[in-house]
């Protein structure tokens, strides 16, 4: 009887908090700045934010998803996918919607030095017939929809719609770290047809909350981790302050105003900004982020990025972004980045031409996102913030 009551208790229990560690990686642009490789790479392979893009994708079996540029991706965990599991490390990423892994019909040398998914040994597999082609910010890749399994830490997402890649042919994809994407930004972003990782999750009821959070750790390669399901306060101190989802189609929220020391430097009157874990930069209209530069007195470098001395980390001021009338400070050692292996200091700041002086479009990537804990609310579409542990 007691057993019989024990297992009761166990069913009636809701779904637990899922939380998957990330690492830290250094990123491509690092990898490609050591080997004086970055200036030819951005001339030849140009990240483009081509947002009219957007209005084709729905009419057809491609995604254009322009926020993903490969290039700053820093943090990856792992996933398995199929019968029995077949490891990949992806990119949790909220600036993209699908899921996708290389598969051993890609013949692209991108492929040749990653783990590819193998259909033929998992008994779960499913193909559907569908084509995939996805294009992002610096690259694409094509390939056919599968139907399999995927174990994210011990959420089991049965019968899930991923992308297995037959062909990657940028070079940037054969220099990367990370084997695929897992994207968790809004579905009206993924594949036509093709219903995302979270909200597959969702609809099995793996999940007590519809909601997850990012916690990147500024500490080092480890600690940094996404949590389905649920929040764990021990991650941040303070009160969560929520923002509403003004466009929902990647996490884009209001914000005021960029400010120093009260004096507002960009967003004047306000503007959208992207919450986008898929990049380490802040990215903002080319005009605002050059006057940012200027007042930091960052100096171009040949290759395009802009250096800073690095003694500047003590004397600069936190650089304030007020959203929703709460204003959350960027020091200058966030906004710094230093490049331990050469010895140099460069901006986090980086204007995009794609992006309107007009319609001023930000985008706040893991500078911002490793001083604040936040939280994608899909149920109410809402992000929450809060000042990082």
């Known amino acids: 009887f007691l057993l019989h009551v024990l297992l009761g208790v166990l069913l009636a229990l809701p779904p637990c908090l899922c939380v998957i560690p990330l690492v830290k990686i250094k990123s491509l642009r690092e990898n490609l700045r050591e080997k004086d490789m970055l200036k030819e790479y951005l001339e030849k392979y140009p990240f483009r934010l081509t947002h009219k893009l957007l209005h084709k994708h729905a009419d057809s079996g491609v995604a254009f998803e322009p926020m993903r540029n490969y290039l700053d991706i820093a943090y990856m965990g792992i996933i398995s996918v199929g019968t029995p599991p077949q490891e990949f490390q992806v990119i949790f990423d909220t600036g993209s919607a699908d899921l996708w892994v290389p598969s051993i019909y890609c013949s692209s040398p991108a492929c040749s030095n990653h783990n590819t998914f193998n259909p033929l040994r998992s008994s779960t597999f499913v193909a559907s017939g569908q084509p995939i082609k996805l294009i992002y910010g610096t690259g694409k890749m094509s390939g056919f929809v599968g139907y399999d399994t995927i174990k994210i830490s011990s959420l089991v997402d049965r019968n899930q719609a991923f992308g297995l890649s037959v062909e990657e042919p940028d070079k940037i994809l054969e220099l990367a770290t990370f084997d695929g994407i897992l994207g968790l ?3 009206s972003l ?16 793996l999940l007590s909350q519809k909601l997850f959070a990012f916690y990147l750790s500024s500490k080092g390669k480890k600690g940094s981790v996404v949590m389905f399901g649920g929040v764990d306060p021990s991650y941040y101190t303070g009160e969560l302050h929520w923002v509403p989802v003004s466009k929902p ?6 914000m005021d105003s960029i400010s120093i020391n009260g004096k507002v ?5 306000g503007c959208q900004a992207i919450v986008d874990t898929g990049t380490s930069l802040l990215l903002g209209p080319q005009d605002a982020v050059l006057n940012i530069q200027e007042i930091i007195q960052a100096r171009r470098s040949t290759s395009g990025e802009y250096f800073i001395d690095c003694d500047a980390v003590n004397t600069l001021p936190d650089i304030l972004f007020t959203i929703d009338g709460i204003g959350y400070p960027v020091p200058a050692n966030a906004y710094i980045q230093k490049d331990a292996a050469l010895g140099i200091c460069f901006s986090s700041f980086e204007g995009n031409e794609d992006i309107s002086n007009n319609s001023e479009e930000w985008i706040l990537g893991d500078v911002f996102l490793r001083l604040y804990f936040t939280v994608f609310d899909r149920e109410n579409d809402r992000i929450g913030l809060a000042t990082a542990v």
């Open 249 to 254: 189609l990647y996490w884009q929220i209001s």
């Open 185 to 187: 930004s809004y579905p």
């Open 265 to 269: 430097i960009a967003c004047d009157g």
């Open 190 to 205: 993924s594949v036509k047809g093709v219903t995302p990782v979270f909200d597959n999750l969702w609809n099995q009821g």
